[in-house]
Every structure is written in structure tokens, then in C-alpha cells.
């Protein structure tokens, strides 16, 4: 129909073409871990290289195609964002962060420490989620080094396209996900000007989106801190230096 637009193919297109096209260049996510001293930033041309990267080791090394189901055992971390993004490209359907591993999981992404709870599934690749790209030493056979393999992969990926009504997250459809990511980003206040400050971890599929698909829908950018420092000062200098809007 004339005025209509035509559907996303996938959930990571609905939330990426929007800021890429408006500030490719500009910090998307910036991640802090206080406990490290680490500091990360990507703009969104290097979040969706990452997220292709990943698309194309999951369709092409872990064998995952649309409508398989991919859990995401990972924190609040860029590379988790990266990972999703990645899931959601090739179509998978991310399982609930919080629900227990069940057996029809096709394939599974988790760090070392939830290598036991992930090994059920028959893919697994495990992230170090190293600021410098180093992988995990002795895995078990048979069990991918996220850091070493998804290097080789381009950061170009050409998704099939996907009905809206397509699952994507847990139970809910493409559809579904923008529209409660696009409530979510309005009941925070968050528009696209803002920098968004966040210590929550995105553990449930509730706080996923209220933490990181709600600041994508808006076109915000985010600054995610892990193991926040309690010194009120550093965190003041912090909301300063990154020019922080909203704070969650």
C-alpha cells in the first residue's frame, strides 16, 4: 500500500539501519569494567562489523540457520551486544537469558564460567571477552574459541529476509521486540541525543530490552559500566567526560 514501508528483514536491520545511516561514526556503545580499568568504544559501523562477523561464524561454523535457537550466555558487554546483533541477523531466535538451557537449543555462546551449563547444546562457542581479542585456553574438543575463529569472517553479511511476525527473542516476534524496545526507550525518556549511563546487566529478557534494545530503538548511545567503582567522584567525573544524558 502507497505510505507503507517495507518490513525489516531482521530484528539487527530494524535497529542498526537507523544509526547507521545517521552517525555511523559517532560511540554507539562505550564499556567501562572498573575492575580491569577497561575502557571500549564502538561506533555503530564497528558494532555491525562485528555483528556480521558473528552472523557469518554462526551460519557458517556452527551450522545455525533461521528460526534455530541460540542462548546467549554472556553479561552486559559490547560483545554481547555484538553477539545478539550477530543471532538476530542469521535469523536465529535468542532464548530467554534467564531461562534454564532446555534441549531443543541448537547452538550456545557463553563465557568459560558457563561452559558446564552450556556444553549441552551440540554448538558451542565461548567468549573471553578480552579488551585485547585473546582467546580461552583448553577448551574441550570440539568447543569454539569465539576470539580466534571470529576473526577470519567478513564483516559483511547478507541476511535472508524475515516475516515481523518471525520469533526472535525468548517467545516474542521481530515485531514484538521493536515494538516493546520502542515502549521501553519512550517510558525512559530516552531520544536519540542522549547518552545513556547503565550498571544493569541483562540477565532477563525484560532487562535486555529495558538496557540495550531500548537505547538502539531510540538511536541513543549507551555507556555501559560493569563492576561500577563506588567512589562518587570517579562516577561524576565519568558522566561529565562521556557528556551523559539519562542515567538507568
Not at 10 to 18: E, G, I, V, Y
Not at 105 to 111: G, N, Q
Amino acid at each position: 500500500m502507497r505510505g507503507m514501508t517495507a518490513p525489516e528483514p531482521t530484528l539487527t536491520d530494524a535497529l542498526l539501519r537507523p544509526v547507521l545511516q545517521v552517525d555511523a561514526a559517532g560511540p554507539r556503545i562505550t564499556y567501562y569494567d572498573d575492575a580491569t580499568g577497561e575502557r571500549v568504544e564502538v561506533s555503530a559501523t564497528t558494532l555491525a562489523n562485528w555483528a556480521a562477523k558473528t552472523a557469518n561464524l554462526l551460519r557458517d561454523e556452527l551450522g545455525v540457520q533461521p528460526g534455530d535457537r541460540v542462548a546467549v550466555l554472556l553479561p552486559a558487554h559490547w560483545q554481547t551486544a555484538a553477539v545478539l546483533l550477530g543471532a538476530w541477523w542469521c535469523g536465529a531466535v535468542v532464548t530467554d537469558p534467564a531461562a534454564p538451557m532446555a534441549g531443543e537449543v541448537d547452538a550456545a555462546l557463553c563465557t568459560a564460567d558457563r561452559l558446564a551449563e552450556a556444553e549441552q547444546a551440540p554448538e558451542v562457542a565461548v567468549l573471553s571477552l578480552d579488551a585485547f581479542g585473546r582467546g580461552v585456553d583448553d577448551l574441550p574438543v570440539g568447543v569454539t574459541d569465539y576470539a580466534t575463529a571470529v576473526r577470519v569472517h567478513g564483516d559483511a553479511f547478507a541476511p535472508v529476509p524475515l516475516s515481523p511476525s518471525a520469533p526472535a527473542l525468548a517467545r516474542r516476534s521481530i515485531a514484538e521486540v521493536l515494538e516493546a524496545a520502542a515502549a521501553s526507550a519512550t517510558a525512559q525518556g530516552f531520544t536519540a541525543q542522549d547518552r545513556v549511563l547503565s550498571t544493569a546487566d541483562w540477565s532477563t529478557t525484560p532487562e535486555l530490552v529495558d538496557g540495550l534494545l531500548a537505547v538502539l530503538s531510540a538511536g541513543a548511545s549507551l555507556v555501559q559500566v560493569s563492576h561500577q567503582d563506588p567512589d562518587e567522584q570517579r562516577q561524576t567525573r565519568r558522566i561529565e567526560t562521556e557528556r551523559v544524558t539519562a542515567v538507568r
